[in-house]
């Protein structure tokens, strides 16, 4: 499957849901997409004036971190559920992975650091 202009701009990140059934992809556009593995798009999670370089999905895939500016945010699915957010670094921050096993996330950013 191939999806022509999936973002405006490039693709930062993406990745394979917990059970392989969607993808999330991030962008410089400042969006955060969910599509079927089909590649048919699900839902635009984020829209933003902000670039978005890394986005991971929780375990049981109800959430999705991603990155915005120096912040980390959790966006749930469920629209009615509350979005958490922090400031994770002094610069941008430019990667992020989530252990599920051990529920935490780790972050990189500009400012030459990675956090746990």
Request: hydrophobic share 35%; charged share 20%.
């Amino acid at each position: 499957t191939s999806v022509n202009d999936a973002h405006k701009g490039a693709i930062t990140d993406l990745r394979w849901s917990p059970d392989g059934s969607s993808i999330v992809t991030a962008g410089e556009d400042g969006c955060v997409k969910i599509w079927a593995k089909g590649g048919v798009l699900r839902s635009t999670l984020v829209q933003s004036n902000i670039p978005v370089y890394a986005a991971a999905w929780s375990p049981n895939s109800d959430s999705v971190t991603y990155t915005s500016g120096k912040l980390v945010v959790v966006k749930p699915l469920q629209p009615a559920a509350k979005t958490e957010q922090w400031k994770a670094h002094d610069g941008v921050v430019l990667a992020l992975d989530r252990n599920n096993a051990y529920n935490c996330i780790v972050t990189g950013g500009e400012d030459r650091k990675y956090k746990v």
